[in-house]
C-alpha cells in the first residue's frame, strides 16, 4: 500500500533553537519527494523536492534528506523562527506517468518565543 | 507572475444554493488540479485537468462539477452541497500532469455548508 507517514504529528520548540522532522514511505514506483509548508488555512509551499539521486538539499535555513535505499527524509530546520510555525508535509510523487502524489499527514510545528 | 488565485477566500452557502469557485494561473501551467482538504487532514486530489481535458476524477460526487474554460482558468461549480462538503479546497497548478513537476498551490477556498 502507498503510504507516507510523518513524525511527530505535532512539536513545540523554543524560537531559535533546530529540529528534525521525519517522513517514511512506502511508494512506489518512486518519482520524488517533497517536503511543504501550510499555514493554517491556507495552500501548502513547496520547500524543496528530490529525486531519487539526491542525498540533501537546502532552502535557507531548511536542509531536506533522502535515504532512497531506507525510504526514509528528513526536513532540518535551523535557528527556528516564529513564522516557522505550520504544518509540515512531506509528500511523495509515484512515477506512473502523471502526478499521483500520496501526501502525509504532516508535523505541526509551533515555535514558541 | 508566479501564484495561483483563488478565489473567494471563504464562502458560505446553503444546501439547495449554486455557487462556484475559481481558481487562475498566468504561469504557462498546463495541467491544473482541485484538492480538498478538512481540518488537520492531509488534500486529498479531486480533479485533474491536463491541456484543459478532465485527466483524473477521483470518483467525486456530481454535486462538483469542474470546468476549465481555457488555460488559464478552472472553475468548481457547486450544487446541492452537504454539510460534510464544508472543507479548504485548493486549486494547484504544474507545467503538466509529469509526476517531475512541483506542484504551486493557491491560497484556497474554505467553504461552509450550512
Known amino acids: 500500500k502507498n503510504q507516507v507517514e510523518q513524525s511527530p504529528q505535532s512539536l513545540i520548540i523554543l524560537e531559535g533553537k533546530n529540529c528534525t522532522l521525519q517522513?517514511?514511505?512506502?511508494?512506489?514506483?518512486?518519482?520524488?519527494l517533497r517536503w511543504y509548508k501550510q499555514d493554517t488555512g491556507r495552500g501548502p509551499v513547496s520547500l524543496t523536492i528530490?529525486?531519487?539521486?539526491?542525498n540533501t538539499k537546502s532552502n535557507g535555513r531548511y536542509t531536506a534528506t533522502l535515504d532512497a535505499d531506507t525510504k526514509q527524509s528528513s526536513l532540518h530546520i535551523t535557528a527556528s523562527q516564529l513564522s516557522d510555525s505550520a504544518s509540515y508535509i512531506c509528500v511523495v510523487s509515484r512515477n506512473t506517468g502523471f502526478q499521483k502524489l500520496v501526501f502525509g499527514t504532516g508535523t505541526r510545528l509551533l515555535v514558541s518565543p | 507572475d508566479t501564484e495561483v488565485t483563488q478565489t473567494p477566500k471563504h464562502l458560505v452557502m446553503g444546501m439547495t444554493n449554486k455557487k462556484s469557485l475559481k481558481c487562475e494561473q498566468h504561469m504557462g501551467h498546463r495541467a491544473m488540479y482541485w484538492y480538498k482538504q478538512k481540518a488537520k487532514k492531509p488534500p486529498e486530489l479531486m480533479f485533474v485537468y491536463s491541456y484543459e481535458k478532465l485527466s483524473i476524477n477521483e470518483s467525486v460526487p456530481s454535486r462538483f462539477s469542474p470546468e476549465c474554460p481555457n488555460s488559464s482558468l478552472l472553475n468548481l461549480h457547486l450544487h446541492a452541497l452537504q454539510p460534510e462538503d464544508s472543507a479548504l479546497y485548493l486549486c494547484?497548478?504544474?507545467?503538466?500532469?509529469?509526476?517531475?513537476?512541483?506542484?504551486?498551490f493557491g491560497a484556497g477556498s474554505r467553504l461552509t455548508v450550512l
Open positions: 517522513c517514511n514511505y512506502t511508494v512506489s514506483p518512486f518519482s520524488n
Open positions: 528530490m529525486t531519487f539521486s539526491e
Open positions: 494547484a497548478s504544474s507545467q503538466d500532469e509529469s509526476g517531475a513537476n512541483v506542484l504551486t
